[in-house]
């Protein structure tokens, strides 16, 4: 598998002041220096199903920038009926820690650093010239030809080719296209936030649920952890929605967001022997960790949504290997209930 060529970058969170939740009802629970810091909501409280302290929800988890505005709580429902009270923030839509891209190959002679990667449910490839000039081959289909005479590869380089090509029904005229896409594409140019609940006391649910839609999660230099990637639509229009080295790509509706875990960003790292980083929280509350490696998975005893619970960390998830194409399979606990079917799967 290949390894991200972005290094983690070690970022120092600022202080911020810590308020016990006590009240049910809404309440701010801190404010950001200039709208851009990070706010803090201090839980520490054992889960709901006796298994132990977990690392809860906190603000100062997450590194500087992450976090847009202030973060409140609220009571909320979940989707099997607890009553609980969970913290509502905006995360920024961009990773406060690392450089987004590069995604596609100019040419089909673009070295691997030069380009991102791809993954499509069996395995990460470096997404070079070569690659690409071999796609009729890779996936037995001589319908693939991405490139021109020149070895020149056809990648949407104009807002209207990549809102064309970035789509579910994508535009026919941007078919055999590497799909990548830029911030000032976006509405205004600038990240596209997302507003969270996510509980403070995370409740096991009555059954796994592989049934969630929509965002899996978020990470704590504040990208949307998403479900997986459509990639039997992507394949079938011979597109390519490139991913850079940290596992993301942006949508036009959507942003950037991620659909595999590459190990860049803010880690959560307290030295614990035999575990990962935590670089991210689960929309069911549970602290995510990056994936074991395959000693250690053999051990772990993870059950069916990739959680187990340990005497120090207590219930957290592990996110598979990017070759999956499926950060999380499911998610154990329960999280906020909306009350309308999920988004379409982010592209």
């Given at each position: ?247 993301g790509h942006y949508n036009p509706i959507a942003g950037y967001h991620l ?17 990962t980083a935590m670089f991210g929280f689960a929309m069911d509350g549970y ?61």
């Amino acid at each position: 598998m290949r390894v991200g060529r972005f290094s983690v970058v070690a970022v120092v969170v600022e202080a911020a002041l810590a308020a016990a939740c006590t009240d049910p009802s809404s309440s701010t629970t801190g404010s950001t220096d200039g709208g851009l810091g990070t706010s803090s909501t201090s839980v520490e409280s054992p889960t709901t199903d006796g298994s132990g302290a977990q690392h809860a929800f906190e603000a100062e988890h997450f590194a500087a920038g992450a976090i847009v505005g202030e973060v409140t709580t609220e009571t909320c429902t979940l989707n099997g009926g607890t009553k609980t009270t969970c913290a509502r923030f905006t995360i920024a839509g961009y990773p406060s820690t690392y450089a987004v891209g590069p995604f596609c190959p100019d040419t089909i002679a673009t070295p691997a650093e030069d380009a991102g990667i791809w993954f499509d449910g069996d395995g990460v490839y470096d997404l070079d010239g070569k690659f690409i000039a071999n796609l009729a081959d890779f996936y037995d289909d001589d319908q693939w030809r991405m490139f021109d005479s020149d070895g020149n590869v056809n990648v949407t380089d104009t807002p209207e080719a990549f809102d064309g090509a970035a789509r579910p029904d994508v535009d026919p005229a941007y078919q055999d296209h590497c799909v990548e896409g830029r911030l000032e594409w976006l509405s205004g140019g600038v990240p596209v936030q997302t507003t969270v609940l996510i509980p403070l006391e995370s409740a096991k649910a009555a059954s796994a649920s592989s049934a969630h839609r929509g965002d899996l999660g978020v990470t704590l230099d504040g990208v949307v952890i998403a479900e997986s990637a459509p990639v039997a639509a992507i394949l079938g229009a011979h597109t390519i929605a490139a991913f850079d080295d940290c596992g993301g790509h942006y949508n036009p509706i959507a942003g950037y967001h991620l659909h595999g875990v590459m190990g860049c960003g803010h880690l959560e790292d307290e030295q614990v022997p035999g575990e990962t980083a935590m670089f991210g929280f689960a929309m069911d509350g549970y602290p995510i960790h990056l994936p074991l490696d395959t000693t250690a998975l053999a051990t772990a005893g993870l059950d069916a949504c990739n959680g187990h619970s340990t005497p120090t960390v207590g219930y957290h998830y592990h996110a598979n290997s990017a070759a999956k194409n499926a950060v999380l399979p499911c998610l154990t606990g329960e999280y906020v209930a909306t009350g309308r079917p999920g988004p379409p799967p982010r592209r």
